[in-house]
C-alpha cells in the first residue's frame, strides 16, 4: 500500500466546492475519486486539506490516498492529468510515509481574495477577481485587518449554525492588504477557518474600506460571537487557495 500526496489546482467556478456531495457529480473531490476508483477497480477515498466552497480556486490544494498499485507518483499523477478535465490538474506527487495525512498534519492555510476596486476588470481574469465599483480606502482596511490578527473567537466571521457545538476560535497569524496594479490582493493566514470566514472577513474589510463601519469596530464584532454584526459575504470566485504549510 503506498500513501500518495497530491498537489492540485482547480478553477472551482463550475464546481460545487471541494467535498464530494451525494446529489452532484460536480465536485473536485468528486472528480478524482472517480478516476482513481476505475484505474483500481474499487472505490477509494482521497483526504482534502480542507474543503473550498463552491466557486472557490484552488492554486496548491493538498491531498493525500492510499493505493494498492505498482505505479509511480509520477506514473499516477500522468494517469490523473490524462482524464481528469481541463479545469483540474495535478502539479506534483509524490509517495509519502504511511502516517502522512493531508489534513490532520496541516499547520495552516494562506487565502488570496482579489477586488478591482473602482476599475474596469481585466477581461481575461475576471473569473478570478471580485469587480468592486467603490474605490476602497485600503489604509483603513489595514488598521481593521490589524484587530483580527492572532488567536480570536471568529463565530461572528462564519456561517457556522447557533446549534454548531465545536470550538470557533482561529488563529489569524498575517492578514496583509496589498495595491497590486489595478487590483487590490487580500491575502489570509492561519492555523484554521470556519465555514466562509475568509469571504465574511473580506467582506467585513471591504465596507470598512468604503466607510460605512470603524476600524476599532472590529473587537466588537468578535465579542458578539454573532453572525449580523460582521460584514457581507463576498463572492467566491475572487478566492483562491494559495497553499497549505505543514
Known amino acids: 500500500m503506498k500513501n500518495f500526496r497530491l498537489t492540485i489546482q482547480y478553477d472551482g467556478r463550475r464546481y460545487s466546492g471541494w467535498q464530494r456531495q451525494g446529489n452532484t457529480d460536480k465536485t473536485i473531490q468528486g472528480k478524482i475519486e472517480q478516476i482513481l476508483s476505475r484505474m483500481i477497480g474499487h472505490a477509494v477515498e482521497i483526504n482534502g486539506a480542507g474543503r473550498t466552497d463552491a466557486g472557490v480556486h484552488a492554486r496548491a490544494q ?8 505498482d505505479r509511480t507518483a509520477r506514473e499516477l499523477m500522468a494517469y490523473l492529468n490524462e482524464y481528469l478535465p ?14 502522512f495525512h493531508a489534513r490532520l498534519n496541516a499547520k495552516g492555510k494562506c487565502y488570496c481574495y482579489r477586488l478591482c476596486d473602482g476599475n474596469v476588470p481585466d477581461v481575461f481574469t475576471r473569473g478570478y477577481v471580485c469587480a468592486w ?3 476602497l480606502d485600503d489604509d483603513r482596511m489595514r ?3 490589524a484587530y ?3 488567536t480570536h473567537d471568529f463565530r461572528a466571521f462564519s456561517s457556522v449554525h447557533k446549534r454548531f457545538k465545536k470550538s470557533t476560535v482561529r488563529t489569524i497569524t498575517a492578514l496583509d492588504i496589498e495595491r497590486n496594479g489595478k487590483e487590490l490582493w487580500i491575502f489570509v493566514q492561519g492555523t484554521g477557518f470556519l465555514h466562509n470566514m475568509v469571504r465574511i472577513l473580506v467582506g467585513t474589510l471591504v465596507e470598512v474600506g468604503e466607510g460605512k463601519r470603524a476600524p476599532q469596530s472590529m473587537p ?3 465579542n458578539s460571537r454573532e453572525r449580523q454584526q460582521a460584514g457581507i ?3 467566491p470566485h475572487g478566492l483562491m487557495l494559495e497553499e497549505v504549510f505543514y
Open 220 to 222: 466588537d464584532i468578535l
Open 62 to 69: 493538498i491531498a493525500n490516498v492510499k493505493l494498492n498499485t
Open 233 to 235: 459575504t463576498m463572492p
Open 143 to 145: 488598521e481593521a485587518a
Open 86 to 99: 481541463a479545469d483540474i490538474a495535478i502539479h506534483a506527487c509524490a509517495e509519502m510515509p504511511e502516517r
Open 133 to 135: 465599483e467603490t474605490r
Open 148 to 150: 483580527l490578527i492572532g
